[in-house]
């Protein structure tokens, strides 16, 4: 027993040591050392993110897909929104999406498809039109028309950012591991969703799904990237730490299901209130089926 608390106590102190040393505001000689590695870091390296342990497909005894919409106006969400002014925070907080992008962009996450049953690969030239737009105003159509090269201050360019979000989408697998006699949940994808660019000016733009991520090649990315703890601003959590751990409240849009995998607002149209009950009637499912596991 008392050896159980030792490792306990140990476990606690390495996190509460790494937590504290994402600012490293308190061993700090200037302000530029701020965010920057601690003796730690420096001696033994970041942690990398935990491996998910192999799972046969013999030892899954009960399965479902489900497709989650996560709204990011509710509270409980907003580490995954916020921030989206970056002007004065500096450089070592970013919202979700701009980490996403960033290392779309530098190479670091190379697994993007166009939906979410991963078939359509994509790559970031592929999905430029998604996430910016360029337009030519009237002045500069008239310098076309005559024959003129057009002045770089007559072409505008509308950039989706984190502001623009609304959701997330994700798609995430529960299982039965009858070795281990637990449910699990496996995330697969994650999609940012946000007007579509091309009307995004229009109040009444539908929002439409930017990209869709395989996230077990994100998760190294996302370890190195840290959400902001609204409860304990000394206890950083990583986006993939976050988002393994359910960190975040999602509603039930659509599960796997004899009819192609429909929607709940396919055979529920219309009636808002009545959609939600359906999500929470799906998630009672899910969390019965260990219950109903120990009943005899």
């Known amino acids: 027993m008392n050896w159980n608390r030792l490792l306990i106590g140990l476990c606690g102190l390495l996190v509460s040591v790494s937590s504290f040393g994402q600012t490293n505001i308190l061993n700090a000689k200037s302000p530029e050392d701020i965010g920057g590695p601690t003796v730690a870091e420096k001696k033994y390296g970041k942690a990398e993110p935990l491996e998910y342990g192999y799972v046969d497909e013999r030892d899954i005894l009960w399965a479902k897909t489900t497709w989650e919409v996560v709204d990011l106006d509710e509270r409980v969400n907003f580490p995954l929104y916020y921030p989206i002014d970056t002007n004065q925070i500096g450089g070592s907080r970013r919202s979700l999406y701009d980490v996403l992008v960033a290392n779309i962009r530098n190479g670091n996450i190379k697994n993007i498809y166009a939906d ?103 998760r190294p990315a996302l370890n190195e990237a840290y959400a902001f703890n609204p409860n304990n601003s000394s206890q950083s959590i990583s986006f993939d730490h976050l988002l393994n751990a359910r960190r975040f409240n999602g509603t039930i849009y659509a599960e796997d299901n004899v009819q192609g995998d429909r929607s709940v607002e396919d055979y529920i149209s219309n009636n808002a209130f009545m959609q939600l009950l359906e999500s929470e009637r799906i998630k009672e499912q899910i969390r019965n089926f260990e219950q109903d596991m120990w009943n005899y």
Do not use: C, M
Not at 116 to 127: E, G, Q, V
Not at 155 to 163: E, K, L, P, T
Not at 172 to 179: E, L
């Open 116 to 218: 979410s049953y991963f078939n359509d690969k994509r790559t970031l030239k592929d999905i430029q039109a998604a996430l910016s737009k360029v337009d030519t105003t009237d002045l500069g159509i008239e310098q076309y028309n005559a024959g003129e090269e057009i002045d770089q201050q007559y072409i505008s360019r509308r950039d989706i950012s984190s502001a623009d979000l609304v959701a997330y989408h994700i798609r995430g697998y529960w299982y039965f591991d009858k070795r281990q006699a637990e449910l699990k949940y496996r995330l697969l994808g994650i999609a940012p969703v946000a007007p579509d660019v091309n009307f995004i000016d229009n109040p009444d733009a539908q929002p439409v799904e930017l990209f869709w991520v395989w996230f077990p090649d994100a």
